[in-house]
């Protein structure tokens, strides 16, 4: 535990580090807080904070920087944080410009949290904790050949070829849908596996496909986001060694960025914040993530979330993954 002249202390080298990435020195504190005290009260506080683990110095005298515990300690002291209303109205006005269209809701979710947050935005398609039936078509391309169309809950499409053993009118492909619709909406794929009715030999045909492409659907675990912002930050002091961000794009690369850092912990619309460290993998050691899910509880769930280094703006940080993803929230309600 740290006095509060301590951590008022600890969250002005935080903020100071934060805006300038250079050492704070006492001095700086000093002239420019209202903390009244000496330069050498300061540096003795520092010193404190430093054997706490909570600042790093290069040597007594030099300036500190904050250590992932000085960063937890920060997060943790931030209260009742939110956008201002000129960036909530923008955030507001610019999706009611867009179309009613998942991807580019996602793709503009992407471009706009990278700009707010000068670090890389993620956003993920929002996906079903197991997939479900809502409604399917089939259109007739040739005598035997036709396509099915089948919408899962969340608004995903699947579409797949299915040559049949016999010519097939599309009368006969529309009553079968029709028939097939009623049998399995809202089903996951063990429903529709358990479901007894009548089925003619073309209906079996079709029943396990939607089984194969639902089981397809419940076994992609991870689906690539969308990711923006790498500019942003690689124009960070931080990044001016290529060394430093080799092993992120190795996972940005092989497709192993969203797998390696969602936490099995994030829940739904609260915000999570990992710190260096703290994340599971070693080549993200020197990165902080905020992370929010977003969607419909126990329906269908998205991620949004920013990755940049642990010296990151938190506080605005935080409020803005939070706003976006209740925005997105509420788009994706309207789905429904």
């Known amino acids: 535990m740290i006095s509060p002249r301590a951590e008022t202390i600890l969250n002005l080298i935080v903020s100071k580090y934060i805006d300038r990435a250079v050492p704070v020195p006492s001095q700086s504190i000093a002239q420019e807080s209202a903390l009244g ?3 050498a009260t300061i540096r003795n506080e520092m010193a404190r904070l430093e054997q706490e683990g909570y600042i790093l110095r290069a040597h007594h005298s030099a300036g500190g920087v904050p250590s992932n515990k000085g960063y ?5 002291s931030l209260k009742d944080i939110s956008l ?8 507001s006005h610019v999706f009611h410009q867009v179309e009613r269209d998942l991807e580019k809701w996602l793709s503009l979710a992407a471009t706009l949290l990278a700009q707010q947050a000068q670090n890389i935005a993620m956003v993920t398609t929002p996906k079903p904790a197991g997939c479900r039936f809502k409604h399917m078509e089939l259109l007739s391309l040739q005598d035997t050949l036709a396509l099915i169309v089948l919408v899962l809950h969340g608004a995903r499409v699947k ?3 299915i040559t049949f053993d016999e010519a097939i009118p599309q009368s006969s492909l ?16 063990e429903q529709i596996a358990e479901k007894e009715i009548g089925l003619s030999p073309a209906e079996e045909q079709i029943k396990q496909i939607l089984s194969n492409i639902m089981q397809q659907e419940d076994e992609q675990e991870y689906e ?33 960025l969203i797998k390696t850092i969602l936490p099995k912990e994030v829940a739904s619309q609260k915000v999570t914040v990992i710190i260096g460290t703290e994340n599971r993998n070693e080549a993200l050691h020197e990165y902080s993530i905020v992370i929010s ?11 949004v979330g920013v990755l940049g280094p642990t010296r990151m703006p938190y506080a ?11 925005i997105l929230s509420e788009l994706m309600s309207g789905l429904y």
């Open 84 to 91: 201002s209303e000129s960036e909530q109205r923008l955030f």
């Open 72 to 76: 937890r300690f920060h997060v943790e």
């Open 159 to 161: 579409e797949q070829l």
């Open 174 to 189: 529309t009553v079968m849908s029709n028939k097939l619709n009623a049998a399995f909406s809202g089903m996951n794929r």
């Open 293 to 303: 899910r977003y969607g419909i509880l126990n329906e269908v769930v998205g991620t």
């Open 224 to 256: 690539e986001p969308y990711l923006d912002g790498f500019h942003f930050m690689l124009s960070q002091p931080e990044f001016s060694q290529s060394e430093r961000v080799r092993s992120l794009m190795e996972l940005v690369e092989k497709r192993h």
């Open 316 to 326: 605005h940080t935080i409020p803005t993954v939070n706003y976006l993803s209740k």
């Open 37 to 39: 005290v000496s330069s």
